[in-house]
């Protein structure tokens, strides 16, 4: 199958006031100080995660297909240093699409993922058995919250985290809300699809957080979709957590405003050092 670079425009150089995440030289792309994560000088998984989605997303360009699942695979950290994408297509049909993103960096892999792509169709009728989780409500100030990522956590246990009383505290089940609105590149704002894929890569820290904090990196994540989100607000609601021998897997499902979008689940190796820069 053919394989292109995403090449964005020559030029299109940010202004200095600019809140994205990357800026556009040619066909690299230049990571922001914000880009930073929580594991040294080294891009966020969640920025990471949200270019790949971004540009398997790109590469299909057909609403008539849903995004249905990403599966994201974090080999190396990268570094805050120039990146180049390039995708393909592993299957195209009339039902089903498979694109493959890779993010490069001085020609080592720093990220890949496939992209599973289903055409939109009828809705079977019958009644099926899920589990139903409830959300904790999203917060009334959530418009105003400051924090560019995290409007509200519930059960961390920690006082970095904002709890509610209302809800599970350290030892019981794990909420999030996020509010993910600043864009990739400028002048383009998030599409669904990448906020949640940028949503997903959270999924391990959610999971895996523990009355010590976060010792567990991301190794992968998988996001799975029903539907597109709504809004710029995700909520990830924990599942399951499993952990031996210095690995970890563990689930959660997506929410939206308006309920369940789908569900995600990470795969990550022990690790101590997470320390958030500040915002």
Do not use: C
């Not at 425009?9 to 200095?16: F, H, I, T």
Request: cysteine-free; aromatic content about 8%; hydrophobic content about 40%.
């Amino acid at each position: 199958m053919a394989e292109s670079m995403i090449t964005p425009d020559a030029g299109a150089g940010p202004p200095a006031t600019s809140t994205a995440y990357f800026e556009r030289h040619g066909d690299r792309f230049h990571p922001r100080s914000i880009a930073r994560g929580g594991w040294g000088a080294l891009l966020s998984g969640h920025v990471v995660g949200g270019l790949l989605g971004w540009a398997v997303e790109e590469f299909v360009d057909d609403p008539g297909f849903l995004p249905a699942r990403l599966t994201v695979d974090l080999p190396r950290p990268a570094a805050i240093a120039p990146v180049e994408v390039h995708t393909r297509e592993i299957r195209g049909g009339k039902r089903l699409r498979l694109v493959e993103a890779v993010i490069r960096q001085e020609d080592k892999i720093v990220g890949q993922a496939t992209g599973l792509f289903l055409r939109r169709g009828d809705q079977p009728t019958g009644t099926i058995w899920s589990p139903h989780v409830e959300m904790p409500p999203l917060p009334a100030d959530a418009q105003e919250n400051a924090n560019p990522l995290f409007v509200r956590t519930y059960g961390w246990g920690l006082s970095i985290q904002n709890p509610d009383e209302d809800w599970p505290g350290e030892g019981g089940a794990k909420y999030t809300w996020l509010r993910l609105t600043q864009p990739l590149f400028d002048g383009e704002p998030l599409t669904p699809f990448t906020r949640a894929a940028m949503a997903a890569d959270v999924t391990a820290s959610l999971v895996n957080w523990s009355s010590e904090g976060l010792k567990f990196i991301n190794a992968d994540y998988t996001l799975t979709l029903s539907r597109l989100p709504e809004g710029v607000h995700i909520g990830l609601a924990s599942q399951s957590h499993s952990t031996q021998d210095g690995i970890a897997t563990g689930s959660a499902i997506l929410f939206d405003e308006q309920g369940e979008v789908g569900s995600s689940i990470s795969v990550s190796v022990a690790q101590s050092g997470f320390a958030p820069p500040p915002r």
